[in-house]
């Protein structure tokens, strides 16, 4: 109840902050981004968030699945070195590479978050599956379940709030990295916060800021709440257990 | 009924698990693998339900190839139960007891049913615990599930690889026992894996030595414990295998009829006369209708005493199912050297002594092959 709380704290003081800024009209010469363009920034900028999301997850999730395989553990350690070290690349350094090799623009954003939110996602369903006790797989396999019955009614659904967690952490980084990803002319909220930096407008900076800033929290809120649904039950008693041993 | 025929196992790195192994287990027996660690028992039997591919010889069960059936329907009609059980943790007691029933489609009320039966098998309230998750349990309970889970669509043939390993030795034995009572139901043919030689004569009746992926004799408990084959057997039965042996026999089998029971009304002072006479030292107290009361001894019998008040209550009593092993520690704790045999309903069906144990040893030693004996030349 009280994380809801301060949620719904938090977003109500970003929100208004905005509104704010928009209600003053103009400041000094400069007039402020009008509202109608603040929320296309934030359509904008969800869109280049859930492609490059959608990709991730499309792409992500095969990969480290295929990496706790036997048939692909020669590759699994390079694999899960790079997603490990390309998290530690800053995402402001990450865009600029991308923007040298690929230009300036939409498509080059997409892609460039696409690949930023593969490796959390490649890395949690590597660590997921993995983490599936080998008895309990030995178990299924000597009972007399096929290959694809173990991965799907064993192995997903036990590394499945791992998976998910991978997902959230991945999209609430892109939010962020989508607002640098103004700076090459995707778009979004960036590149309000680019505009209002130029010409040192505070309030249009904050114009950009605070909406992204409510987003993250938002998207993190709403992936929280989907890994608590679908955590399966006899795992949350599982946890609650160790829990009250500590 | 499985077969096994110059069975061989040799990893791709060279060592050789298992070698040229050739054995039966026949129908409803309860064949133990026993042997170091390292010996090729646990690939012996999970060769059995091509769990692990043998490189050499044929595997039968029922009479069929087992590499040629379809792994999967093959594994679904054999039971298999692991040492680290390996509950599924996000599935309720039901849905993990029933896993082979539900991969085999069965309706749901057919599953619940037997999920229930097994439950009340394994001596689990299936009320309480039928909806809980193993991480609900502790670990006794979660062995049991495994057993119960290893039953579910009845297969006539278990696999079990030291399935009461990783508990405490009170339940394990416990557990020992409540299967070996339910297998005296069921009649199953098991494929057991212990290192545990005591485990192995609890439970077997037959047991598979192996060493090193040979097998080295394979007899029931008794041969084995009486005519060891060679040194390494020997070794590895230990030097108290004589003592081992007793294991093998129930009270029922050796007890003998009480030296003299007497009953609550009679006259203290005859009853004296009668245990001077008869040189004994102790006399046993029973009601109407045989219960056991406790014991007397001639010096605390008197006049003045009903012979209620000189009893002494007796502090350990066995059952006619008790093995020889535990009848004698019984003994050797209680006070009295005699042990009451009683039955279900507490009435008196014989006695045990030290007497007798030390005659059964005897019989044991002199089937034994002498040995030769330095110090005696």
Same mark, same amino acid.
């Given at each position: 109840?009280?994380?809801?709380?301060?949620?719904?704290?938090?977003?109500?003081?970003?929100?208004?902050?905005?509104?704010?800024?928009?209600?003053?009209?103009?400041?000094?010469?400069?007039?402020?981004?009008?509202?109608?363009?603040?929320?296309?920034?934030?359509?904008?900028?969800?869109?280049?968030?859930?492609?490059?999301?959608?990709?991730?997850?499309?792409?992500?999730?095969?990969?480290?699945? /295929?990496?706790?395989?036997?048939?692909?553990?020669?590759?699994?350690?390079? /694999?899960?070195?790079?997603?490990?070290?390309?998290?530690?690349?800053?995402?402001?350094?990450?865009?600029?590479?991308?923007?040298?090799?690929?230009?300036?623009?939409?498509?080059?954003?997409?892609?460039?978050?696409?690949?930023?939110?593969?490796?959390?996602?490649?890395?949690?369903?590597?660590?997921?599956?993995?983490?599936?006790?080998?008895?309990?797989?030995?178990?299924?396999?000597?009972?007399?379940?096929?290959?694809?019955?173990?991965?799907?009614?064993?192995?997903?659904?036990?590394?499945?709030?791992?998976?998910?967690?991978?997902?959230?952490?991945?999209?609430?980084?892109?939010?962020?990295?989508?607002?640098?990803?103004?700076?090459?002319?995707?778009?979004?909220?960036?590149?309000?916060?680019?505009?209002?930096?130029?010409?040192?407008?505070?309030?249009?900076?904050?114009?950009?800021?605070?909406?992204?800033?409510?987003?993250?929290?938002?998207?993190?809120?709403? /992936?929280?709440?989907?890994?608590?649904?679908?955590?399966?039950?006899?795992?949350?008693?599982?946890?609650?257990?160790?829990?009250?041993?500590? | 009924?499985?077969?096994?025929?110059?069975?061989?196992?040799?990893?791709?790195?060279?060592?050789?698990?298992?070698?040229? @192994?050739? &054995?039966?287990?026949?129908?409803?027996?309860?064949?133990?693998?026993?042997?170091?660690?390292?010996?090729?028992?646990?690939?012996?039997?999970?060769?059995?339900?091509?769990?692990?591919?043998?490189?050499?010889?044929?595997?039968?069960?029922?009479?069929?190839?087992?590499?040629?059936?379809?792994?999967?329907?093959?594994?679904?009609?054999?039971?298999?139960?692991?040492?680290?059980?390996?509950?599924?943790?996000?599935?309720?007691?039901?849905?993990?007891?029933?896993?082979?029933?539900?991969?085999?489609?069965?309706?749901?009320?057919?599953?619940?049913?037997?999920?229930?039966?097994?439950?009340?098998?394994?001596?689990?309230?299936?009320?309480?615990?039928?909806?809980?998750?193993? =991480?609900?349990?502790?670990?006794?309970?979660?062995?049991?599930?495994?057993?119960?889970?290893?039953?579910?669509?009845?297969?006539? *043939?278990?696999?079990?690889?030291?399935?009461?390993?990783?508990?405490?030795?009170?339940?394990?034995?416990?557990?020992?026992?409540?299967?070996?009572?339910?297998?005296?139901?069921?009649?199953?043919?098991?494929?057991?894996?212990?290192?545990?030689?005591?485990?192995?004569?609890?439970?077997?009746?037959?047991?598979?030595?192996?060493?090193?992926?040979? @097998?080295?004799?394979?007899?029931?408990?008794?041969?084995?414990?009486?005519?060891?084959?060679?040194?390494?057997?020997?070794?590895?039965?230990?030097?108290?295998?004589?003592?081992?042996?007793?294991?093998?026999?129930?009270?029922?089998?050796?007890?003998?009829?009480?030296?003299?029971?007497?009953?609550?009304?009679?006259?203290?002072?005859?009853?004296?006369?009668?245990?001077?006479?008869?040189?004994?030292?102790?006399?046993?107290?029973?009601?109407?209708?045989?219960?056991?009361? !406790?014991?007397?001894? =001639?010096?605390?019998?008197?006049?003045?005493?009903?012979?209620?008040?000189?009893?002494?209550?007796?502090?350990?009593?066995?059952?006619?199912?008790?093995?020889?092993?535990?009848?004698?520690?019984? &003994?050797?704790?209680?006070?009295?050297?005699?042990?009451?045999?009683?039955?279900?309903?507490?009435?008196?069906? !014989?006695?045990?002594?030290?007497? *007798?144990?030390?005659?059964?040893?005897?019989?044991?030693?002199?089937?034994?092959?002498?040995?030769?004996?330095?110090?005696?030349?």
């Amino acid at each position: 109840m009280k994380q809801y709380m301060m949620l719904a704290i938090l977003l109500v003081a970003f929100l208004g902050v905005t509104i704010w800024m928009t209600s003053l009209g103009s400041v000094g010469i400069f007039k402020v981004t009008p509202a109608m363009k603040i929320v296309s920034a934030t359509v904008r900028h969800l869109q280049i968030v859930a492609v490059a999301e959608l990709l991730a997850i499309i792409v992500g999730i095969p990969i480290g699945f /295929l990496s706790t395989r036997r048939a692909f553990r020669f590759v699994s350690p390079v /694999l899960i070195g790079v997603a490990n070290v390309g998290q530690t690349v800053p995402t402001l350094a990450f865009i600029g590479i991308t923007a040298a090799l690929l230009g300036m623009g939409y498509t080059a954003a997409v892609i460039a978050l696409f690949v930023y939110a593969t490796l959390p996602i490649v890395r949690n369903t590597y660590a997921g599956i993995r983490s599936v006790d080998p008895a309990v797989k030995e178990a299924a396999q000597g009972m007399g379940m096929s290959k694809w019955e173990v991965t799907s009614r064993i192995e997903l659904p036990l590394a499945r709030p791992i998976i998910i967690a991978g997902i959230r952490t991945s999209t609430v980084v892109n939010v962020g990295t989508a607002a640098v990803a103004g700076m090459i002319g995707a778009g979004g909220l960036g590149a309000i916060i680019m505009t209002g930096l130029a010409v040192r407008v505070m309030p249009i900076v904050i114009q950009g800021a605070a909406p992204t800033a409510a987003l993250a929290i938002a998207l993190d809120a709403l /992936l929280g709440g989907a890994e608590e649904w679908m955590t399966p039950r006899g795992l949350k008693v599982m946890k609650q257990a160790q829990w009250q041993q500590q | 009924m499985i077969k096994l025929e110059h069975v061989g196992k040799t990893y791709t790195d060279g060592t050789e698990a298992v070698k040229d @192994l050739t &054995m039966e287990i026949k129908q409803g027996e309860f064949c133990v693998f026993l042997g170091p660690s390292g010996c090729g028992k646990t690939t012996s039997m999970k060769m059995i339900n091509c769990l692990i591919p043998l490189t050499t010889g044929k595997i039968y069960v029922d009479g069929v190839d087992a590499v040629k059936l379809d792994q999967n329907k093959l594994r679904r009609g054999i039971g298999y139960a692991i040492q680290n059980i390996g509950l599924f943790p996000h599935r309720t007691v039901a849905e993990n007891i029933t896993t082979v029933p539900t991969l085999l489609k069965w309706p749901k009320q057919k599953k619940r049913k037997r999920a229930e039966e097994l439950l009340n098998l394994v001596g689990m309230d299936s009320k309480t615990f039928i909806d809980r998750y193993p =991480s609900e349990l502790s670990g006794g309970q979660q062995q049991r599930i495994g057993v119960a889970r290893c039953l579910g669509a009845d297969p006539p *043939i278990l696999l079990m690889d030291e399935p009461f390993g990783a508990i405490d030795p009170i339940t394990r034995s416990k557990l020992q026992d409540e299967f070996l009572k339910i297998q005296a139901k069921i009649k199953k043919t098991i494929a057991f894996v212990t290192h545990d030689i005591n485990e192995a004569i609890k439970m077997g009746d037959t047991i598979a030595l192996m060493r090193q992926g040979e @097998l080295v004799q394979y007899a029931d408990p008794a041969t084995l414990l009486g005519s060891p084959k060679n040194e390494f057997v020997r070794n590895f039965i230990g030097a108290d295998r004589v003592l081992k042996g007793l294991r093998l026999l129930k009270a029922k089998d050796v007890m003998q009829e009480p030296p003299l029971t007497v009953k609550v009304g009679e006259n203290p002072m005859q009853v004296k006369a009668r245990m001077e006479s008869e040189h004994l030292r102790w006399s046993m107290l029973t009601e109407d209708g045989g219960h056991f009361l !406790g014991w007397i001894t =001639s010096d605390d019998l008197h006049e003045s005493k009903s012979i209620r008040d000189v009893i002494t209550p007796p502090t350990v009593t066995a059952s006619p199912d008790t093995p020889l092993n535990e009848a004698l520690s019984m &003994m050797l704790n209680s006070a009295i050297g005699t042990l009451a045999i009683l039955d279900d309903d507490n009435r008196m069906i !014989g006695v045990l002594s030290f007497q *007798i144990i030390r005659d059964v040893l005897g019989e044991q030693a002199t089937n034994d092959q002498p040995e030769p004996c330095k110090e005696d030349e």
